[in-house]
């Protein structure tokens, strides 16, 4: 199947992927914010207290992360969303050679159309959608490149963020046993749980143009599969007729499939799971500290 679609010459405009080839380059360029992340919890978080240099130099390297996050975010949305307009075309494009050959067929049982001009035409559909299924073939690898180039980042992300609330909850139960409270370490941490919501959005930003080209792509499928029952019952060629019925669970079986290490898959089921853990844990952590405060009231 691949071979038929790579020996099909191809006239449409395509997305450039070129840049995202050398995806072991791309992989540590969109590493950097998230080791920049990390090198403020490990290393210059528990100077924070002592030394306002240390404290200046963080805030730089936070707004540094931030548009670097920011950048990386539109990056994926403009790339997703010219995969996802492509993909749309195509669809589009099936519908109309739908719609196409069931016009003809009306005119071939009206006795307008004679057979060969019928399969002529139909010939011409196909060559058609050869091209158009070359096409979707060049907007799945680059999807898939772009999901494996941000895939590392977002390995990072989560790495981080669980690993930042668990030091959190913690703390706040390691308060929460002394009965100590302060409204600094308090705002400090709320601070930080946002943080990680801001975190937590980007991800979902990035997921959520997944998922529309994954919802996109679903759709090619049973589209190929229809022109194919549509000509079947006509007197084309095997060959042409092979080639649909072929293409067809071609494309149903290389339908765009986000997941990290193939393990776990980025979809809104996960992302919402995600979401209510951070959720419990953010909501565990308010009651310790209200805890702690009610239980210092009650020492003094």
């Known amino acids: 199947m691949k071979k038929i679609i790579e020996n099909t010459n191809v006239t449409d405009v395509r997305l450039n992927n070129n840049d995202l080839r050398n995806t072991?380059?791309?992989k540590y360029i969109l590493l950097v914010p998230f080791l920049i992340n990390s090198i403020y919890?490990?290393?210059?978080?528990p100077f924070l207290n002592y030394q306002h240099t240390g404290r200046t130099y963080i805030s730089v390297i936070n707004k540094t992360e931030e548009m670097i996050n920011c950048l990386l975010m539109e990056l994926n949305l403009v790339i997703n969303h010219r995969l996802k307009y492509q993909l749309r075309t195509i669809n589009y494009r099936l519908k109309k050679d739908i719609e196409y050959v069931t016009f003809i067929k009306k005119q071939f049982k009206e006795g307008i159309l004679q057979i060969e001009d019928l399969n002529d035409k139909i010939d011409i559909?196909?060559?058609?959608?050869?091209?158009?299924?070359?096409?979707?073939?060049c907007v799945n690898k680059t999807s898939m490149d772009t999901k494996k180039a941000f895939e590392i980042g977002i390995i990072a992300t989560l790495a981080v963020a669980t690993c930042s609330l668990t030091v959190v909850i913690d703390y706040g139960l390691y308060l929460s046993l002394f009965n100590t409270f302060s409204w600094r370490i308090f705002f400090k941490l709320i601070g930080l749980l946002t943080e990680l919501t801001k975190d937590m959005a980007v991800l979902m930003v990035i997921i959520s143009s997944w998922t529309m080209i994954e919802k996109e792509a679903t759709e090619t499928g049973p589209l190929i599969h229809e022109f194919w029952n549509s000509v079947i019952d006509l007197e084309s060629s095997t060959k042409s007729a092979e080639f649909l019925k072929l293409a067809s669970l071609h494309i149903i079986y290389t339908t765009p499939s986000f997941s990290i290490l193939n393990i776990l898959q980025l979809n809104w089921d996960a992302m919402s799971a995600i979401v209510n853990i951070a959720v419990t844990y953010s909501t565990s952590f308010l009651q310790l500290q209200l805890n702690a405060m009610r239980n210092r009231k009650n020492l003094l």
Do not use: A, E, S
């Not at 919890?41 to 978080?45: K, L, R, S």
């Open 24 to 26: 072991t380059f791309t």
């Open 41 to 45: 919890w490990v290393i210059v978080t």
């Open 125 to 137: 559909k196909i060559n058609d959608i050869k091209q158009q299924l070359h096409l979707r073939w």
